[in-house]
């Protein structure tokens, strides 16, 4: 049974700091793994899609890595502001064609002005 | 992108009665709608799969007369809380697959049930 954890549970940072959050997953056969940010009482917001074929992705300030046979991603956020502040999940698609997701209990956190 | 709506975003509800949430996918077609439940300060679980003009696919231990799953459109998805109890309250979100689109998975905005 496919389980994802993130640690940390919760970060705080003062602004300006570069920062990693990171997932691990238990069983590598994936078809891809995505990361999400979810504000207080919000829905989610896809930042970044990871084929499983691939090793990392990026987007602005946001860099996803990948590395499957480890069962791992990182998501490095690069010069952080006050308005990253949020919850960020990740979550593994299973292969096949059930199309769900599998999350972990998620990052929330603080930038500090 | 791709937008997923769901409405509405709050409702508060009185022990037994019945409460139904929307989910519609605004610029796209989906033959598939998930709907997950997340607790305070835990992760998003899978309850249901919808599917377009059949019947749903529950996950494990998730009561499917009292969580009423439509999908007769190829833009529609109701979850139905029938009889709802304070033990139902919790915050719903349903996701959508745009399989034309590079974007996963887009998600509702959430719906915060509170039943009292």
């Known amino acids: ?84 502040s949020a919850t960020y999940l990740c979550a593994v698609r ?11 209990q998620g990052t929330t956190l603080q930038v500090k002005p | 992108g791709a937008v997923v709506s769901q409405h509405p975003s709050w409702v508060i509800c009185k022990s037994g009665t019945s409460v139904k949430i929307e989910c519609r996918s605004l610029d796209f077609q989906a033959t598939t709608m998930f709907w997950y439940r997340q607790f305070p300060k835990q992760s998003l679980m899978l309850m249901a799969t919808s599917n377009e003009g059949s019947k749903a696919t529950y996950e494990q231990g998730v009561e499917k007369d009292k969580f ?21 309250s919790s915050f719903y979100i349903c996701s959508a697959r745009d399989t034309g689109g590079p974007y996963g998975y887009t998600f509702g905005s959430g719906t915060r049930l509170t039943v009292v």
Not at chain 1, 61 to 82: C, E, F, M, V, W
Not at chain 2, 74 to 86: D, F, K, M, N, R
């Open chain 1, 1 to 84: 049974k496919q389980e994802v954890t993130q640690i940390p549970a919760a970060l705080s940072v003062p602004e300006g700091e570069n920062l990693v959050l990171n997932c691990s997953f238990t069983d590598s056969a994936i078809y891809n793994l995505q990361w999400f940010r979810q504000d207080p009482g919000k829905g989610l917001t896809s930042l970044l899609l990871i084929q499983s074929s691939q090793r990392e992705q990026t987007s602005g300030r946001l860099n996803a890595s990948l590395d499957k046979s480890s069962g791992r991603s990182t998501l490095y956020i690069a010069a952080s502001q006050p308005g990253d």
């Open chain 1, 94 to 104: 299973p292969p096949g064609n059930t199309g769900k997701l599998i999350f972990g």
């Open chain 2, 68 to 88: 009423l799953i439509n999908h007769a459109s190829l833009t529609l998805s109701t979850l139905t809380v029938t009889s709802a109890h304070p033990e139902d």
